[in-house]
């Protein structure tokens, strides 16, 4: 019996009553209604969020914010119903509630009271985080639930974004008006360090100044150290002065009084040598007068002699001792005159000596008076030399502290001349920095600030570049539901069609007609029901296909895949295997990666991703319904093939063995069909 032969006669035994006929044509419905169904369900999910009903509850008490009155809560509840996202119904927190629960909303939006007081709180110095409360409800849907959280994202991304703008404003203005405090600023800093250059200069002028006087300072300590010890040197010498003060007092007052005696004793001596020249006068003229009668007195002599009978020679003698008599009294009378002439000059000398004893006795009481004035005065002298010594050792003392501060201040201002310099940098720096802020800083107008604000508060602006785009929600399941459909198609068709044809294993005719015939039938009409599923995915749903003849190709090799799996597990298992194929559609249901990408697996079953078709049967439909890469596509198509061919063989050797060998197994009627 040739292949084509067995299967036309599977054929005409699926068709051979009406009833066959009617559970063929329903088999082979199964992967459109399966897959049709399914992807028109979810053909577009998102377009009609719309018809969600969700609820709004604005509690906001509001808030004031730079003396007007706000409801932030009440603006974005307006803006969500004019968007018409969702279904929104603006609420009481009652109604809302009694809504989720009895399923007439899916979930609620609530505004607390304190929303825009919170939101304004952002640019004050205590601020608190606005809150936003999402209320739903898993028995009214879990995507539902996840919807509404997506939304309450979207919503609070829409607030941030809004609050952001407002703060962005307030921030650009407040930056407006730190540039024009950098202006003034930078001028400021202009002027200081002009002010620090000329501190500078004045610094360095200190510091010179400082010095020299510090050295000043060193010299006036060692002078007023001399000045100490001169200054005690006089303290003993005004005391001794006072001591001689003292006694020259003593001394011009006795000095006064013996001025006043020798004042009367000159003038007795005045008196004295006036009766004495009067005396001596008087001598004189008796001198005078003797010797003038010194002849007369010598002839009487003479003559007496010669009348008392002396000789000539006698007389002569005895005259001649007269004569010296005669020299003498001229020499008495000279001396006389002389004396006179001395007690003259001495009389004269007595006057004047009695007149300036008067008036050394004047001139003595006045010194006695000036020395007691003198002494009284070296007395204080004495006191203020002492009072000056002191005060020169604290003098001393001071220059030194003077000496030792100044060369501290010396020091000091050479560090001020060299801080003065650190700061001019520093000011140079800080006028360089504040220039480069004002420069920094743009000088913009209202309108670019509005600009600016709006950037800052929503600053990225996504652009979706996709290398490949299903487009909509459906069609990004469609090829995990195209697969599954295949399987399914493929799994119900064996419900009918048997594996293998037992008169051709009876007839013992060749395993590998055998088994091609029992895969072609199921195959075949598996190719059918993806050519139909295929007009309803591309046409009836209007997917967009980028390969349409590449992924029916993928399509049609994925169904004969599945059909030559099924049939070896039918071969060696019989009605197990049937179930068994069942087993492995939902193992692979949550292998294949068709809904959540296969990363998200457990590690088990990940593994498994990588072994069992169906996973490579939706990734080739992915690449070539989007327009992905050719080849990754070629790749699965490869593995499929694998897969076919290692299932044809395993059918091969099962039939092989079928026709061999019989056992009481293979004589039991199936347990399915």
Do not use: C
Request: avoid cysteine; charged fraction near 15%; proline fraction near 3%.
């Amino acid at each position: 019996m040739r292949m084509p032969a067995m299967i036309n006669a599977e054929l005409r035994r699926l068709t051979s009553t009406p009833m066959a006929v009617l559970a063929l044509v329903a088999l082979m419905t199964v992967p459109l209604l399966y897959g049709g169904l399914y992807l028109w369900a979810n053909k577009d999910p998102y377009a009609a969020l719309d018809r969600i009903p969700a609820a709004i509850v604005v509690a906001d008490d509001g808030a004031t914010v730079d003396g007007t009155h706000v409801s932030y809560a009440d603006d974005v509840a307006d803006q969500l119903v004019d968007d018409g996202s969702f279904a929104w119904h603006v609420v009481s927190r009652d109604q809302a509630l009694d809504g989720i629960g009895d399923e007439a909303y899916d979930f609620a939006i609530t505004f607390p009271a304190d929303f825009s007081e919170a939101l304004a709180s952002a640019s004050t110095s205590s601020p608190v985080q606005a809150r936003v409360t999402l209320t739903t409800s898993d028995v009214n849907s879990y995507l539902a639930s996840t919807i509404g959280e997506q939304a309450a994202e979207a919503i609070r991304t829409s607030i941030v974004r809004t609050v952001n703008e407002e703060a962005a404003s307030r921030l650009l203005l407040g930056l407006a008006d730190v540039r024009g405090s950098l202006v003034d600023a930078t001028d400021g800093a202009a002027r200081l360090s002009q002010g620090a250059e000329d501190a500078l200069a004045g610094a360095t002028s200190l510091a010179s100044g400082t010095a020299d006087l510090a050295a000043g300072a060193t010299r006036l300590d060692a002078g007023t150290g001399d000045l100490a010890t001169g200054a005690s040197t006089l303290a003993d010498g005004t005391a001794k002065v006072a001591d001689g003060a003292s006694a020259l007092s003593d001394g011009v007052a006795a000095l006064a009084s013996g001025a006043a005696d020798l004042a009367d004793g000159a003038a007795r001596v005045a008196d004295g040598n006036a009766r004495l020249a009067a005396q001596a006068d008087a001598v004189g003229a008796a001198a005078a007068d003797a010797a003038s009668r010194i002849p007369e007195a010598r002839a009487a002599i003479e003559q007496g002699l010669l009348d008392a009978g002396l000789t000539r020679d006698q007389v002569d003698q005895a005259l001649a001792s007269l004569d010296p008599l005669a020299g003498q009294l001229a020499d008495a009378n000279a001396q006389v005159q002389s004396t006179v002439d001395q007690i003259d000059a001495l009389s004269a000398g007595a006057a004047q000596v009695a007149s300036g004893a008067a008036d050394l006795a004047a001139g003595a009481s006045s010194a006695a008076s000036g020395a007691a004035d003198l002494a009284s005065g070296a007395s204080s002298a004495a006191q203020g030399s002492s009072s000056l010594a002191a005060g020169a050792t604290r003098v001393d003392e001071g220059a030194g502290t003077l000496a030792a501060g100044l060369g501290t201040a010396a020091t000091g201002a050479g560090s001020l001349a060299a801080g003065l310099g650190d700061l001019g940098s520093g000011i140079a720096t800080l006028h360089d920095g504040l220039a480069d802020g004002v420069a920094q800083i743009p000088d913009a107008s209202p309108e670019l600030r509005d600009t600016q604000a709006r950037t800052i508060a929503n600053p990225v602006d996504l652009t979706s570049s996709a290398i490949t785009d299903a487009g909509t929600y459906g069609a990004g399941l469609a090829p995990f539901f195209i697969s599954l459909a295949a399987w399914i198609g493929i799994y119900a068709l064996f419900l009918i069609v048997k594996p293998v044809s037992r008169r051709a294993i009876t007839a013992i005719h060749s395993p590998v007609r055998v088994t091609l015939a029992g895969w072609l039938t199921p195959g075949s009409l598996g190719a059918l029901q993806m050519m139909g599923l295929f007009a309803v995915v591309s046409s009836a749903l209007g997917f967009s296909v980028a390969h349409p003849w590449g992924a029916y190709g993928m399509m049609a090799l994925a169904s004969l895949t599945f059909a030559a799996i099924i049939l070896a597990l039918n071969v060696w298992l019989g009605s197990v295997g049937q179930f068994l194929g069942l087993v492995l559609m939902v193992l692979q249901l949550v292998t294949a990666g068709g809904t959540f990408p296969w990363q998200t697996l457990p590690g088990p079953l990940a593994s498994l991703h990588h072994v069992l078709p169906m996973g490579f049967a939706v990734d080739g439909l992915r690449q070539l319904m989007y327009g992905g890469s050719a080849s990754a596509a070629w790749g699965d198509a490869a593995i499929l093939a694998l897969w076919l061919g290692g299932a044809l063989l395993v059918s091969a050797v099962g039939v092989t063995r079928m026709t061999h060998r019989r056992t009481l197994r293979d004589l039991q009627p199936s347990l399915i069909g």
